[in-house]
Structures are given as C-alpha cells and as structure tokens.
C-alpha cells in the first residue's frame, strides 16, 4: 500500500487531511463536548496544534499511524477524524481512534465510518486483530464497539495521565475471523 486510500460508505467519505482542515480541526478539538473522553490530549487553544496534528497525521510509509477526516458525502462537510495507531506490521495489529463532532452524535456516521476501517484494515492493511479503547464512562462508544463486534477485553487501569490525574480505559479488541463471522 502505497498511501491510505479514501473510503467510502453510503452517506460518508472518509479522506486525508489536508492543510483545508485546519480550521476544522480547530474547532473540533478545541470543543470540550467532543473532548470529553480524550483523555490523552488537551483541548486545543491555537490555531497551530490544529496545523500540527494535521502534519502529524499527513502520510509517509513508515509511519504507522494515519487520520482520515470523516465527511459528508452530500456536502463534503468534516463532522469528525478516524484513523489507526500503533500499526505493527510484523503482527498485523493495529489500534483505532475515532471522534464526531457532538452534533452529529446519535446518527449511526461513527457506526459506519468504524465498519468502513474495519473493512480497510481487514481486507487492505491484513491486519488479524483492531484494538480499541474507551475512557471509562464513555458508554457511547463501548456500545459501538459492542455492536461492530468488538469483545471487551478487561479495564486498563490508570492508562493516560490528563490534568494531574490517572484514567482508566476498557480495552476492546476484534479478530479477522470474528469480524468476517460478524459481517
């Protein structure tokens, strides 16, 4: 794979980011809603951390990590981010990420841009297993990854240090042959 594609589903193109989405990302990840359970990061307060996570997240192939912006199709409109993290290719493990914009919670687009990468990571990236983790409270997104067929694996105790304090998180995983036998 030489770059991470664009995907597409019914309503949502998921695409890289691009310096056009700064003010975007700003908003997004200055917004204490949407921030409330990323807990590994600060709410954002200049224009240039936006600039910088999108640099961060921009493609070389020895990365292992990417983002893509998850808009709407209808409008090309951004309404959050989604990508992997921690790809070990030797393994063919990886982790995902995801956040929506708050008004848009509640209206099935994490549910779908999350199968769309489960399908990328599945069919093109070869992965065999996804891991996702959820703040503790976080019920939102522990039900989604319920519903994609995610198994909890076990609470990860005191797993990001925020504001001078330890959070724990739930540790989800999903296996090629759970996912194939789910779809």
Not at 140 to 160: I, N, T, W, Y
Request: with cysteine.
């Amino acid at each position: 794979m030489t770059a991470f594609p664009a995907l597409e589903t019914d309503r949502l193109i998921l695409r890289a980011l691009t310096n056009d989405d700064t003010q975007f990302i700003y908003e997004h990840f200055s917004d204490p809603i949407v921030c409330r359970y990323l807990l590994d990061e600060e709410v954002y307060t200049e224009l240039e951390e936006a600039e910088n996570f999108i640099l961060y997240n921009s493609y070389h192939p020895k990365k292992n990590h990417n983002r893509w912006a998850i808009t709407k199709k209808d409008s090309g409109a951004p309404i959050g981010t989604c990508g992997f993290h921690a790809w070990d290719r030797y393994n063919n493990i990886a982790e995902i990420g995801y956040d929506l914009s708050y008004k848009e919670w509640g209206k099935g687009y994490a549910k779908e841009a999350v199968a769309e990468m489960l399908r990328h990571g599945f069919k093109s990236m070869n992965l065999n297993r996804i891991e996702a983790y959820a703040a503790k409270g976080n019920c939102a997104s522990m039900e989604l990854l319920q519903k994609l067929g995610f198994k909890c694996e076990g609470l990860v105790r005191d797993k990001h240090l925020f504001r001078g304090n330890y959070y724990d998180h739930y540790s989800y995983s999903l296996l090629k042959r759970e996912w194939i036998e789910h779809s």
